[in-house]
Nanobody
Framework: QVQLVESGGGLVQAGGSLRLSCAAS????????IGWFRQAPGREREGVSC?????????DYADSVKDRFTDSRDNAKNTIYLEMDSLSEEDTGVYYC???????????????????WGQGTQVTVAS
């Protein structure tokens, strides 16, 4: 059974940082693209960032988080990380990681393409 478990969310002051983790079990993430998505209250879920499979490792970011968020892989731990810096209130929401069996370039806008989803972790940024 494939499971993705997010962790690392919490309450942070504006300007602060958090690092989210997405740990996988039941699957090796080497051949999976991983996307991070978030959903703020009253808004649709949106793509935040993605990292391609191990062979490529390329990343893509939404304009709203570019130069502030960074994806990385720890293949030994079968875990993906999202480092989030310079957080603002607009970054508040539930963050989800998702995995797509895909060796090409990841797509942070193609939510329906992702095969497995985590349960989400809450990020709250206070002013």
């Amino acid at each position: 059974q494939v499971q993705l478990v997010e962790s690392g969310g919490g309450l942070v002051q504006a300007g602060g940082s958090l690092r989210l983790s997405c740990a996988a079990s039941g699957v090796t993430l080497d051949n999976y693209a991983i996307g991070w998505f978030r959903q703020a209250p009253g808004r649709e879920r949106e793509g935040v960032s993605c990292i391609s499979s191990r062979g490529s490792g390329s990343t893509d970011y939404a304009d709203s988080v570019k130069d502030r968020f960074t994806d990385s892989r720890d293949n030994a731990k079968n875990t993906i990380y999202l480092e989030m810096d310079s957080l603002s209130e607009e970054d508040t929401g539930v963050y989800y990681c998702a995995a797509e069996f895909w060796l090409g370039k990841c797509d942070l806008n193609g939510m329906s393409q992702y095969d497995y989803w985590g349960q989400g972790t809450q990020v709250t940024v206070a002013s």
